[in-house]
């Protein structure tokens, strides 16, 4: 069936010449779009990760990397060991991971408890000082010294 040049007109071959004005809206919009799509990239490319305040051992941090962030997050060679491990032996890596925590959490408990015992005892020095104007005597006095010493006071 031959198509007469009266249907072509419906359908034009070229495509309609924007305006300039069109042309920048176009450009700014796609500026706009590529903009958004790298944001979400580089928001998406961030490895999570854990402070390093609390004090973990590098051992812990390494199985926390690993266990919290892909395998294109790892850089290091201790990472990559650990990913290893994780991939071959999961359950021994998290029964691994949750004793560390465990370890890791009794022990930051366990300053925070000398920390209190540390205070209690530099109380307990300012409380055995004689208020006498004359002052200890020179056993007592060297006793207070040492204790004070030992307690981080002096």
Same mark, same amino acid.
């Given at each position: ?18 305006? #300039? !004005? +069109?042309?920048?809206? =176009?450009? !700014?919009?796609?500026?706009? =779009?590529? !903009? ?14 854990? #402070? ?5 051992? $590098?051992?812990? +941090? ?8 892909? *395998?294109?997050?790892? @850089? %290091?060679?201790?990472?990559? +060991?650990? *990913?290893?491990?994780?991939?071959? &032996?999961?359950? /021994? ?11 890791? &959490? !009794? ?7 000398? $920390?209190?015992?540390?205070?209690? /005892?530099?109380?307990?020095?300012? &409380?055995? @000082? ?9 056993? %007592?006095? @060297? ?9 981080? $006071?002096?």
């Amino acid at each position: 069936m031959k198509t007469s040049e009266a249907d072509c007109e419906d359908h034009p071959k070229e495509k309609p010449k924007r305006t #300039p !004005a +069109q042309e920048a809206a =176009a450009l !700014a919009n796609l500026e706009k =779009a590529k !903009a958004a799509k790298e944001a979400k990239v580089e928001e998406s490319e961030q490895p999570y990760s854990t #402070p390093e305040e609390d004090g973990a051992p $590098g051992q812990l +941090q390494v199985m926390r990397h690993v266990f919290l962030n892909p *395998r294109r997050f790892d @850089r %290091t060679p201790a990472q990559k +060991q650990v *990913r290893k491990f994780q991939e071959k &032996r999961p359950h /021994l890596f998290n029964s691994q991971l949750n004793q560390m925590e465990r370890e890791h &959490r !009794a022990a930051v408990e366990s300053r925070v408890d000398q $920390g209190a015992e540390i205070a209690r /005892l530099k109380a307990e020095v300012e &409380r055995l @000082r004689p208020v006498a104007s004359g002052g200890p005597d020179v056993g %007592t006095q @060297r006793c207070l010294e040492l204790c004070e010493k030992l307690l981080g $006071g002096g």
